[in-house]
């Protein structure tokens, strides 16, 4: 018999299962990236793993973003489709997040005054630094997923209950 690996997308993904060898189900969360993409809004950040402070927010990506800065390095991978990242290091990083913060931070629809670093193009797979203390966006020309490594902050929305199976 051969296996086939499949690779889910946005268009075409079942939601999965998990084998237990042991324990109970109750201790496991699994959900589907795609799923949790499909019906979320454009740039929503819904967390779909998390260890300790830690999660990977698994977001549609469409259109533009707002802007964000992170007072840590964060990692986004794109699973489907292609997406730009627009990134710029503001003048003073330091005084956009406040010190009580964690994860990434908002800066909403205007871009911080700084210097342009560049543009990073993602497509399926690959995988996109987003440095501490430097500002980026998203933008992508059709519905794409990402899934991004952080820490848990405010604009990430957890809604475990809706996600993960029972």
Known sequence: MTQQTRFASLA???KGEIE???GSRKEYAFSNIFEVADTSKPYERVAVGKNLEYVQ???RAEG???WYLCAHDEFAVCMDGAVEVELLKPDDARALVPEDKNGAISL????PSGRKMG?????RGHQAMLNKD???RFRADKPAVLLIQTILGDVTIEKW???CLQ
């Open 12 to 14: 075409d993904y079942r």
């Open 20 to 22: 237990l060898i042991s």
């Open 57 to 59: 927010e698994a977001v």
């Open 64 to 66: 533009e973003s707002g």
């Open 108 to 111: 909403g629809a205007k871009a």
């Open 119 to 123: 543009v990073i193009r993602l497509k």
């Open 134 to 136: 430097c500002a980026y």
């Open 161 to 163: 209950a809706k996600i």
